[in-house]
């Protein structure tokens, strides 16, 4: 188990060599793969940390490298 925004979640922790996320690249990212499925894919704070910034507007998320 490991702990999330929302709760203890159960699954495994690990590091991704290299994610890109639209023209985005970022290395060495700490990821987690829950057991239970999700509806759809998060970008978690490992992630956006390292952005210059991110932002939600006009019903879309804005990321800034």
């Known amino acids: 188990p490991f702990a999330t925004a929302n709760s203890i979640a159960h699954g495994a922790t690990a ?5 890109r996320v639209g023209g985005i690249v970022l ?9 239970e499925g999700l509806s759809t ?18 019903h879309r998320m804005v990321l800034r490298w």
């Open 15 to 19: 590091t991704v060599h290299e994610l």
């Open 27 to 35: 290395n060495n990212v700490r990821v987690s793969v829950q057991r």
């Open 41 to 58: 894919s998060l970008l978690g704070l490992s992630f956006l940390r390292q952005l210059k910034s991110f932002g939600f507007g006009d």
